[in-house]
């Protein structure tokens, strides 16, 4: 039996292995395979560099970020596994996991399985996706290739426009591209929109096709009420229509909140079930970086360390 | 007038600064001139290798790690001085910072203070600090130079006992110094205390002097009830006597906890007064790592995001 599993392999599990590795928990991760659509090292694998993880004054390829976090999980003890958890059953200790043909049982798990980003398929969405297309305003907003240039972004909620208005800061100018002929989002955040000159709403609209060769260059939008097209040179492309926690295989087995994020006691990574503790963007919809997914994982890692002495 | 003022350089006030640098708000960052006792840079600034923080694998010195922060923050945008803030009025908006013979003032500020772990005069106990002597079991215990060798931790309250029993994982056996003839600890943990076969409690006991001219080598302890003085080899000493935050400066304009820890409304960086933000260890007395603060000083930064907002 193990001591500690942790599910997930993005900054927050990498975090946990290594101060639960220190702490001769002896710990065992199940790093995933291409688990919520992208590889073992979470979101950050599909990110290019990444200039606000503290410590790295050059920046860092999102990729290198993991694998060094990776190997340091592995020098500190961490045993990897490259499986995918298909289904838990935590209604009696120990915990049992199961990933493909294997099951394991754990005193304690941490659940570091980060969320997804939900895209609109778009034709040529995929062979753009990170050279001006991205799903973060926060994270890449304040690239070189975003300033001073038009700027698309998708989404009509709070999200939608917190995101377009940030990026008014950099940008020459940027486009809100909704569905609708409404916002959906709140009343303060759509006086917001329409009151920022650098903002200009898409209504009735959807984009169908992102135009470039190496990088992103604009975009074909479509009337979905005139059927009309046009297409809006910009650098840059942002989904701002939300994230999807990765919490399937939990088969509704720890409380959540009403858009799915696993709850966590505040303060600490503690779910409803004692001695399985969640971190990083699966507990967190508000914060989502990289250093503060790390941190939570820490915060896993003292946490599981503490209820194992506590259990004895 | 300033957007934000960020308080304090050790890891939270670097990454409150990356971040609000490039989410162009100009902060401005007074480092402290050996305030709470310590360089520029906080507490890391004092210990040698450290190998948790995620991005490493091969360790970073605490001073290398600032100094890459630091930079950082320059890269971002981020305008610091080299002062120490002596007060502030945060009674009326702007909020009034007092620094030598400077005053600022700013719409929102972010308190990176830390804390400062308390210590014991010891004869040679400067000398040989971070040389075998340190206030972090969690940080330290793991590093080779520690393991199966005989321990001495210094204090007589539940993190004492707390710290003992996570270094009975790596020492050979851990001396506990306690200078009455009680454990101030809680039941439950003195029992754990009194039953771990590694811990020896060395009761009426007073460290005097550390022993070891490169490294340290063991202690000479008092009992304080019949003067004797008995050598003790030991490869660590560790204080566990508590840290104390550095918010003297505030002169009770945030509201604390018992202990002096500033208030933050969980899962944020929230003090009780809108537009002051705290992170990192001066609001955090749990985790005190490197990684959890910074991750904070991100939530920080992202918090005064949007409270300029909602303020416009």
Redesign the interface.
């Known amino acids: 039996m193990e001591n500690v599993i942790i599910i997930g392999s993005g ?1 927050a599990g ?2 946990a292995a ?2 639960t590795s ?3 928990l002896n710990p065992l991760m199940l790093e995933g395979m291409f688990a919520g659509g992208v590889a073992a090292g979470g979101q950050l694998t599909t990110t290019t560099e990444i ?7 050059e920046g ?1 390829s999102g990729p290198e ?1 993991m694998q ?2 990776r ?2 999980s592995v ?2 003890g961490c045993r990897i596994e490259t499986l995918t958890v298909d289904k838990v059953d935590f209604s009696a200790h120990p915990f049992k996991i199961f990933a493909g043909s294997q099951m394991y049982e754990s005193k304690t798990v941490i659940i570091a399985t980060g969320a997804t980003a939900k895209k609109i398929e778009i034709q040529n969405g995929d062979r753009l996706w990170q050279r001006g297309i991205s799903a973060c305003a ?1 994270c890449d907003g ?1 690239l070189p290739c975003f300033r001073n240039k038009p700027l698309i972004v998708i989404g009509g909620g709070d999200s939608a426009v917190e995101e377009a ?2 990026l008014t ?2 940008a020459a100018k940027v486009y809100l591209v909704v569905r609708r002929d409404v916002l959906r989002a709140s009343q303060v955040m759509r006086q ?1 929109a329409l009151a920022n000159p650098k903002i200009e709403i898409l209504w009735n609209s959807n984009v169908t096709e992102a135009l470039g060769e190496k990088m992103f260059s604009g975009a074909v939008i479509l009337n979905n009420q005139t059927q009309a097209t046009r297409i809006v040179d910009a650098s840059g492309l942002f989904f701002a229509i939300g994230h999807a926690p990765n919490t399937a295989f939990l088969n509704g087995q720890l409380k959540t909140d009403e858009t799915g994020y696993i709850m966590t006691l ?2 600490t990574t503690q779910t409803n079930l004692p001695g399985v503790f969640a971190c990083g963007d699966v507990q967190d919809k ?2 989502r ?1 990289a ?9 896993a890692a ?1 946490n599981v ?1 503490q209820y194992l ?1 506590e259990i004895g």
């Open positions: 900054p990498h975090t290594i101060y220190r702490a001769n200039e606000n993880f503290p410590g790295f004054p860092i970020l060094t976090m190997e340091q020098k500190c926060v304040a208005t940030y800061k950099f917001r505040p303060g508000k914060y970086q250093i503060t997914a790390a941190g939570s994982g820490c915060m003292l360390e002495h």
